[in-house]
Structures are given as C-alpha cells and as structure tokens.
C-alpha cells in the first residue's frame, strides 16, 4: 500500500515563503511515478498546481509560475514544492498526488495560510 504524508504547511505573511513536502511510502519510489500537488481554497474546487513526470519534466498552474517549485528528492523518497512570494490567494489545503500503477493516490493535506 503506497502512503503519502505531507508536511511543511503553516502561516506565513504575503511576500513570503514555505517549503511543503510529500514523504512517499517505501513501497514505492517516487522517480518511478508522476507526482502532483494540488490545492482546495474553501468554497473552491481542487485545481492542479504542479506536476513532475518521470522524466523529471515539471509544469505549473499560471497562477504561480515564476512563484512556485516543484522538485523530487530521491534520497529522501519526497517531492518538495517550495512556494515564493506568497498571496492571500494561495491560502488553501495543499495535497500531494501520485498516479501509481494507473491510480491515483493522494495525501492527507497540508493547510497554507498566507495573510495580508
């Protein structure tokens, strides 16, 4: 059974920054997998923020290119996303998403609060 646990979520002021890190289980490696965070605003629908693909390829949500890292760790079995220059309007739960053997694992989520 694959288990993804995220960590690093926090309040933090506007302009500035968090670290968010999805521990992945050791049933599985993440550089085998495609890995995602996602984010839920209340009231809002999930959307997608970033992704990493095996090839290590990465692509990101408009609304925080430029802001926004997503990164693999291997030694650590983790994907990091590290978020700069943060706004009121990234305040949300941030979950981590694995597509695994054509399913589709998810986190427990980790809340971001940014303040103005």
């Known amino acids: 059974q694959v288990r993804l646990v995220e960590s690093g979520g926090g309040s933090v002021q506007a302009g500035g920054s968090l670290r968010l890190s999805c521990a992945a289980s050791?049933?599985?490696?993440?550089?085998?997998?495609?890995m995602a965070w996602y984010r839920q605003a209340p009231g809002k629908q999930r959307e997608l923020v970033a992704t990493?693909?095996?090839?290590?390829?990465?692509n990101y949500a408009n609304s925080v290119k430029g802001r926004f890292t997503i990164s693999r760790d291997n030694g650590e079995n983790s994907v990091d996303l590290q978020m700069n220059s943060l706004t009121p309007e990234d305040t949300a739960v941030y979950y981590c998403?694995?597509?695994?053997?054509?399913?589709?694992?998810w986190g427990q989520g980790t809340q971001v609060t940014v303040s103005s």
């Open positions: 998403n694995m597509a695994y053997r054509g399913t589709s694992v």
């Open positions: 050791r049933t599985t490696f993440v550089g085998f997998n495609d």
């Open positions: 990493i693909w095996t090839d290590d390829s990465t």
